[in-house]
């Protein structure tokens, strides 16, 4: 090829994407639309900036987003190369300084001979070959021709951001340093709440301001994976004892007892300067959070260095949309990828600009690629984008439901036994996948 391929959007999965067709030896223009148009959460213009959490969630293979990413190493991915090097202490997940994890990603682009990055938003759908990875904060106008090109409106549910507070604002000795359960090192800080003081907080919740939905929002429907805390806590008195504020595998060393509650709060950079709340997103305002949040035992002082807040996340019905290429059926040289794809989670979007920047390198070679197996966690998200029932799609996360077993494995019992197998069955398969991808690619 002789003129680059276009990559619209430099989140985690045009970063992604980008890399992957580099690599194969073709050339990119990666356009970004920050800084010449921000948007509400971005904090920067660096590529593959992370804003609703730090965390890429577990990362044992055991786990499907663990598998995940085991998958994605073994097929040269920047983000998760990128995610190990500026890696923070977080248990059993894999976290990382956001900082530093958006500066690597963009010096690595920046600095690739065949890669340019550019500045501009894009208003139009391209007529192709693209990958079009804009995320859930895709511009109006391009959304507008997007819609354009389907025939219907795009979907659209709201994501809520959770609040980010200064180490120096906390009362450490109300907080204990652990992990649940005790896995890996005391790397969370986790603020007990005796049964009183929960149902204090759960009542100030449920009578905190939040910020007003416009007219065209009223119809919005949270994602059930990122629920506003203040919605979780309308469901029920318990409910947010077993969802965010679950004190199971967690004992006050101070008392000796598991408590009645525990918020969490994560690392969220190398300096260990701010701690973001763990499953604390919200739409309040942000004088309520102050006022809430504050009721925490330990962070009566704190010092917030982000608010929570609420977005718009477009997405479009994929089955009805997209090919098991992931491209647009009504305009097969233009490819989707990350968020807007119908899948939920960092590790899930990169993932699909992974598969995209793969899939046009190799048509681009004369040789398409297939998807990866169903028994592949990569081949699993490919299933939930092209198989769901287009009348009841919507977003998700990797889960082992969307990974087909293998015949050989389905008698192997107990279950961490079988999904044991499984995923090492499962990277062996996308090691054999990436040959066929290698050898119609060039690479």
């Not at 990666?30 to 730090?54: F, I, K």
């Not at 958006?102 to 550019?118: D, F, N």
């Not at 204090?200 to 805390?229: K, M, S, T, Y």
């Amino acid at each position: 090829m002789t003129a680059p391929v276009l990559v619209v959007g430099g989140g985690l999965a045009g970063s992604e994407a980008a890399w992957q067709l580099a690599e194969a030896g073709i050339p990119v223009r990666l356009v970004e639309m920050r800084p010449v148009r921000t948007t509400p959460v971005h904090p920067g213009d660096r590529l593959a900036e992370l804003v609703c959490s730090n965390s890429l969630r577990g990362d044992s293979p055991t786990n499907a987003v663990g598998l995940l990413k085991r998958e994605m190493e073994a097929l040269d991915s920047l983000i998760v190369r990128c995610a190990r090097a500026t890696a923070v202490p977080a248990g059993g997940a894999l976290a990382v300084d956001r900082g530093r994890f958006a500066g690597l990603v963009t010096r690595t682009l920046e600095e690739h001979p065949l890669v340019t990055v550019e500045r501009a938003e894009v208003t139009a759908l391209p007529e192709g070959p693209a990958i079009v990875a804009t995320g859930p904060l895709t511009s109006e106008a391009l959304h507008r021709s997007l819609e354009a090109v389907l025939g219907e409106g795009s979907l659209a549910f709201y994501d809520a951001v959770a609040p980010i507070v200064a180490a120096d604002s906390l009362d450490m000795d109300r907080l204990f340093a652990a992990s649940r359960y005790g896995r890996g090192d005391a790397d969370y800080l986790n603020a007990p709440l005796d049964r009183e003081a929960y149902e204090r907080f759960v009542a100030a919740l449920l009578g905190a301001g939040q910020v007003p939905l416009r007219e065209f929002e009223a119809d919005a429907v949270f994602f059930e994976g990122c629920l506003p805390i203040e919605e979780m806590a309308r469901r029920g008195p318990d409910t947010l004892r077993y969802g965010p504020m679950k004190p199971v595998g967690l004992v006050d060393p101070r008392t000796g007892q598991r408590p009645w509650a525990v918020v969490q709060l994560r690392q969220d950079d190398l300096a260990a300067e701010h701690w973001n709340l763990v499953g604390f997103q919200t739409r309040m305002r942000q004088g309520e959070q102050r006022r809430v949040f504050r009721m925490i035992p330990g962070l009566e002082n704190a010092r917030f260095v982000r608010y929570g807040m609420i977005h718009r996340n477009t997405y479009v019905n994929a089955p009805a949309h997209l090919d098991a290429g992931l491209r647009l059926r009504a305009r097969p040289a233009v490819r989707l990828a990350g968020q807007m794809t119908g899948v939920e989670g960092y590790v899930e979007s990169a993932a699909t600009g992974l598969l995209a920047g793969r899939f046009l390198a190799a048509e681009l070679a004369g040789r398409p690629l297939s998807p990866p197996p169903r028994t592949t966690a990569l081949g699993g998200l490919v299933r939930h984008l092209t198989e769901r029932p287009a009348s009841r799609f919507e977003p998700s996360n990797v889960t082992w439901g969307l990974i087909a077993c293998p015949p050989e494995l389905r008698t192997v019992r107990p279950k961490a036994a079988r999904r044991e197998a499984m995923a090492a069955a499962a990277v062996e398969a996308v090691r054999r996948w990436a040959l066929g991808a290698t050898a119609s690619s060039g690479r």
